[in-house]
């Protein structure tokens, strides 16, 4: 009984299309569905967050913009441009699943994680430890004296909290990269099975259409002319 | 249809019309344009958004229902954020009627403009 139980299983959990899907188009549509569904819970979790930012943004113009102004906006628009890459090479994996390559799907999952490793390295190295020995992270080590001191601190209050659960995503969206990566070493996905793939390809863009928001608001809008 | 398989050329071109948006985006914040500056910003950001979404994540190509989601989650964004900042930037535009008292909590946060 317990044997011919997990053979089912072991051939479920391989087969092309579950058992509760009639076939291929309805079961993508059904992962897809799901997949967005969740990045609407996203958009309006991060959205709270934005609407935060845009109504003591309005409150407290002239602090924020000194805050944003203390900003390496340098960094900020290289790591847009490095997230940008990560998508192509995350788009490039899709579409290598879905042309069943193996390797290149490999190839361009390892590429992505290497990117946003990449990203995470110069926010956390080059802006976060360098803005904390600068003195301006709320709570810990905030020495800002300039005008405006405490809502400056509010702006950084919002800068940390914003980009500090953009990377939260990225983190988690890393290990569930190296999952995909081992299944795809397995030889799990075929130009029939690529679902879990193209879900985390959503998964991923959509952390990228985060940060191209998060990027003029906070690091931008600073007036730096 | 929903399985579509997109072309590497639509890719590229998406990849590099997002880096032409990126440095053009960063380089305008460095010209004062007094208020546009934040109009300019942000239309380049939806527009990459768009962009992003349209292509790398598939919209163009993918069922309906996925596109309803997507304005649903845009609908109720927009209506948390007309709501909220309708109500902090309107208050205190309308007097106080003569005779009413201010015993409650002191006046809310000054309408716009208050620190400029």
Known sequence: ?225 | MSEHITSLKIYFIVFFSLLILTVSTWQIAYINLGRWNTVVALIIAVSKAALVATFFMHLRWSAPMMRLVLFAAIFWLAVMMTLTLGDFFSRGAVPQPHGWQTSVVASPPAAAGHQR
């Open chain 1, 1 to 225: 009984m317990i044997a011919s139980r997990r053979k089912y299983k072991l051939h479920n959990s391989h087969a092309v299309v579950a058992e509760q899907f009639d076939d291929r188009t309805q079961q993508h549509e059904a992962s897809s569905l799901g997949m967005w569904i969740f990045l609407a819970t996203e958009i309006m979790f991060f959205g709270a967050l934005f609407t935060g930012y845009t109504l003591y943004r309005n409150l407290y113009t002239t602090a924020f913009e000194a805050g944003s102004h203390l900003l390496n906006a340098k960094l900020g628009a290289l790591n847009t441009a490095v997230l940008i890459g990560s998508s192509l090479t995350m788009a490039l994996a899709v579409h290598a699943a879905q042309t069943g390559k193996r390797k290149r799907l490999m190839a361009f999952l390892v590429s992505t994680m290497i990117l946003g490793g990449v990203f995470l390295c110069i926010k956390f190295v080059f802006e976060w430890i360098h803005e904390y020995k600068e003195g301006l992270v709320p709570g810990l080590h905030f020495t800002y004296a300039g005008p405006h001191a405490p809502h400056v601190e509010m702006f950084f209050c919002f800068y940390f909290i914003m980009t500090g659960v953009h990377a939260i995503h990225m983190i988690v969206g890393e290990g569930v990269l190296a999952v995909l990566l081992i299944m795809a070493w397995r030889g799990r996905f075929s130009e029939q099975k690529y679902n879990p793939i193209e879900m985390m390809g959503l998964y991923w863009h959509f952390i990228d259409v985060v940060w191209i928001f998060l990027f003029p608001l906070l690091y931008l809008l600073g007036a730096h002319y």
